[in-house]
């Protein structure tokens, strides 16, 4: 067949194919999922168009048969083919997951407790646009609308509109009887009441709230009194709350019976409000928590914890040493598991018989770890991770007794501040006359400074590579190394090539961010 008989067929089969979809407009046109009988109709159409296109090769194709049939016949190709597509027959539960995936959720919101929703721009705005299909699905599933953020700020800054009180309302009919997680923040500097009407349509809806994130002056807190007790489902609580305070107390998240985790910060009046803000001073004195009922805390007050018997997790992050108690009765935590400290002094007040993990970041205590062996030796806890930042840690004998303390340790990180790796790492090595924390599995340093001894760094981690799994005693695992100075990296790469040889799993940045990995 000559190319012109080619070409004359190509437009028959075009002008064929155009009249037989005419009756699969509908489903060209839109995203809907064709019948049985359409997909019986469709099938022969594609591959008819697909032969046509088939035959031709780029030197046959001039420009005149490009623009009047060989490119309409592409085009017929890729709408017969889109009819047919899997995603138009998903199950609408399918769907439903695959919009929740994409949901946008925001920089600095590390755990997904809000989506920004509001945002007119994104989904599920716009999955509600593609077909009548997504449109109901989306429609239909609660969750989506139901993590609301509000942040004007946020919006305004990358452009984009802000939240209207009209889209506020579709979001929360649209969200049902789900339960509700709610991210609030205000404008920096705040101005009180440009954002109260989206707070008064929120209010309206505190039954269902089960998360709430307050990043606002102290002037909202006053104006949220209305809803004290009507608080049901409330689960966790973040409050930042910034400017002058008239009320001597906040009492409206006082009575809250499912209220188990909370997070309080305030800021000084002239620092900006972020999410990394120094945690509340006066937390028990200004904000009124069900305090015996939290299992899960963050804070900068120590005085709280004799009010909450039940934390399973406690963070205790202060602006300074000074607003740390000089003298206090120890405080006995029994439930206690996890702890997180910016001061070691704290240590000195409290006991917790229960603790399994312990980090403690501290920069200038220099008799940090003394204070750290204490509260070990009066807490006789079963600890299994420890992670030290930024502390002094040069005294072999306190490094020693500590880890007679804890011979359950699983893991020990030890990140900056003024080490003695050397004498670290001699301390670690496995000895007949020394066998310290003999259950040690990971092991992760970040160096600071440059008196790293590979040799010495690789006869301790073949002392616990060669040991033998045992009731007592378990080999070490894995190895994470990291800001390593660049003095001893030349010799670092025949330590990492042996302890790969011995099975140890290794991950470090000391040579542009390599990662070694591999498992006996």
């Known amino acids: ?98 919009f929740s995936a994409c949901m946008p959720v925001a920089s600095d919101d590390h755990d997904g407790t809000s989506w920004n929703n509001l945002d007119i721009t994104s989904a599920p705005w716009t999955l509600v646009q593609v077909s009548r299909r997504w449109r109901e699905t989306a429609l239909a599933d609660q969750k989506l609308w139901s993590r609301i953020k509000v942040d004007s700020w946020a919006l305004a800054a990358e452009g984009k509109p802000e939240p209207t009180p009209p889209k506020l309302v579709a979001c929360l009919a649209r969200s049902g009887e789900h339960p509700l997680s709610i991210d609030f923040r205000d404008r920096y500097p705040s101005i009180f009441g440009s954002n109260l009407p989206l707070l008064t349509h929120l209010m309206a809806y505190a039954e269902r709230w089960t998360f709430l994130k307050l990043a606002v002056s102290f002037k909202y807190l006053e104006f949220m009194s209305p809803i004290k007790g009507r608080l049901p489902e409330l689960q966790e609580l973040v409050i930042q709350a910034a400017g002058p305070s008239t009320f001597s107390i906040y009492d409206v998240f006082e009575v809250a019976p499912n209220l188990r985790s909370a997070a309080l910060a305030v800021d000084d009046p002239s620092a900006p409000l972020s999410i990394s803000a120094a945690f509340l001073k006066e937390g028990p004195h200004i904000i009124k928590l069900p305090w015996a009922q939290l299992t899960s805390l963050a804070i900068d007050s120590f005085e709280v914890l004799a009010h909450a018997p039940q934390l399973l997790s406690c963070q205790l992050n202060f602006t300074s040493s000074s607003h740390a108690p000089r003298n206090h009765p120890v405080v006995k935590h029994t439930a206690m598991r996890t702890l997180f400290s910016n001061l070691a002094s704290i240590l000195n007040f409290l006991e917790t018989p229960s603790l399994e993990s312990l980090t403690v970041f501290s920069g200038g205590e220099v008799d940090a770890l003394s204070q750290i062996v204490a509260f070990l030796s009066r807490s006789s806890c079963p600890l299994k991770f420890l992670h030290l930042i930024g502390l002094t840690v040069k005294n072999e004998s306190d490094l020693r007794l500590l880890l007679q303390l804890v011979p359950t340790l699983v893991s020990l990180e030890i990140s900056f501040g003024s080490v003695a790796w050397n004498m670290v790492a001699r301390t670690l090595t496995i000895t007949p006359q020394s066998h310290l924390a003999p259950n040690l599995a990971t092991i992760s340093f970040s160096f600071a400074q440059t008196d790293v001894d590979p040799e010495i760094l690789l006869r301790t981690l073949e002392s616990r590579c060669m040991m033998q799994d045992g009731e007592d005693t378990k080999r070490l695992r894995h190895l994470a190394l990291f800001s390593v100075p660049s003095t001893p990296r030349g010799q670092l790469m025949l330590l990492l090539r042996r302890l790969e040889e011995l099975g140890l799993k290794v991950t470090t940045n000391a040579l542009g961010d390599r990662a070694i990995e591999d498992q006996s």
């Open 1 to 98: 067949m000559s190319i012109f008989d080619q070409r004359r067929q190509a437009a028959n089969v075009l002008l064929t194919v155009r009249d037989e979809v005419s009756s699969l407009a509908h489903l060209l046109q839109t995203n809907d999922p064709p019948s049985d009988s359409e997909v019986e109709q469709i099938v022969p159409l594609l591959r008819a168009v697909d032969n046509e296109i088939a035959r031709f090769k780029p030197q046959d194709i001039d420009p005149n048969f490009k623009a009047i049939v060989y490119d309409p016949l592409k085009s017929l190709h890729a709408a017969l083919r889109g009819a047919l597509s899997a995603l138009r027959s998903l199950p609408s539960e399918i769907l439903s997951q695959i």
